[in-house]
């Protein structure tokens, strides 16, 4: 799975959109990006997916460059419930047994 | 109802008992998987299942198993618990639908053994 890079971590003001970066430059083309969050003490959720377009669904949107090295989740009106650590993944479809996270962006969403 | 659940939710035992962890799912997904997260750390995979009779050693197998009950179940075991494994534990599914790399986690058990 190609490695990425994403800020430590990022405030966002309560009712502003959240623009979290990730920096996948090694992608393969066969690569999709991952978007999953962690609130504190909780299970991974599932937040995103997508290749090469843009993506958007109930929580987010994904937008992905045109060379796909790199993307943004978009939060657009982040509620202090969306206080988390968001975790960008690139991985192809049926590779490594274990979602394997890094260290992520810590979001925290300011009242 | 939660797609993924995980029984107990907390657990405090004594070094050498024997504890299960258990998890059922209803998302209908073939493949499960049993992590463990220390605090700071990234999840690590302990077993995962791809069927009833496809039981396979994660990174981190030793002091544990794993029993796949019925395609909505899989249980974690540790067999005769020590410190370090005090951690939270977390379930998770997956659909073996080509393409379908989307994993489900449940609510997590936090395990302290003392």
């Known amino acids: 799975d190609a490695k990425t890079t994403q800020p430590p971590s990022m405030d966002c003001a309560e009712g502003r959109a959240a623009n979290l970066p990730c920096n996948h430059s090694?992608?393969?083309?066969?690569?999709?990006v991952y978007w999953y969050r962690q609130i504190h003490s909780q299970g991974p959720q599932y937040i995103i997916h997508?290749?090469?377009n843009n993506e958007t669904n109930e929580m987010a949107s994904l937008i992905i460059t045109e060379d796909r090295k790199s993307s943004t989740l978009i939060l657009p009106h982040a509620t202090l419930r969306d206080t988390a650590v968001y975790y960008c993944?690139?991985?192809?479809?049926?590779?490594?047994?274990?979602?394997?996270f890094g260290s992520g962006t810590q979001l925290t969403v300011l009242p | 109802d939660a797609d993924v659940t995980q029984t107990p939710r907390n657990r405090i035992t004594k070094t050498g008992k024997r504890i299960m962890l258990e998890c059922s799912q209803t998302k209908g997904h073939d493949r499960m998987y049993w992590y463990r997260q220390d605090p700071g750390l990234g999840l690590r995979l302990i077993y995962y299942s791809f069927d009833v009779k496809d039981i396979n050693k994660g990174e981190i197998s030793d002091g544990y198993s794993v029993s796949r009950q019925a395609q909505a179940k899989f249980s974690l075991s540790l067999e005769s618990a020590i410190p370090n494994q005090t951690a939270l534990y977390f379930c998770?599914?997956?659909?073996?639908?080509?393409?379908?790399?989307?994993?489900?986690f449940g609510p997590g058990t936090r395990l302290t053994v003392l």
């Open positions: 997508g290749l090469k």
């Open positions: 998770a599914t997956r659909s073996k639908v080509a393409g379908a790399d989307t994993q489900y």
């Open positions: 090694t992608i393969s083309g066969n690569e999709y």
């Open positions: 993944i690139v991985r192809a479809p049926g590779s490594a047994r274990q979602l394997t």
